[in-house]
């Protein structure tokens, strides 16, 4: 969510969010999960895409090994961070690996 809110102030595009979990990408896009356990984080998530355009995009699972390591280093950690520029090194070598790119028309 603090990353979705990042993205919002910073760039002027439509976000793309993508994600291995199509219930996930529902989620976001139309009513499931509203009384789930996570329903309060899909509830602010969407408050913050009413503004801007959002595309949503289901990848494979080998295609999100930068978003399995940054979760495996905030929870080792026990903290969050923001990179701007430039990715954090344990996630350099992955970086181009995981390169998804899309056309936005």
Known sequence: MQGM?????????????????????????????TRSAYGHLVAEIRHLMVDRAFIPMKINRVQNRVADRLATYSRMKRTTAVWLGRGPPCVEELLPLDCNPMIVE
């Open 5 to 33: 809110a990042l993205a919002i102030q910073h760039c002027q595009q439509p976000i793309i969010v993508q994600s291995d979990s199509s219930t996930a990408l529902s989620a976001l896009s139309g009513t499931s999960l």
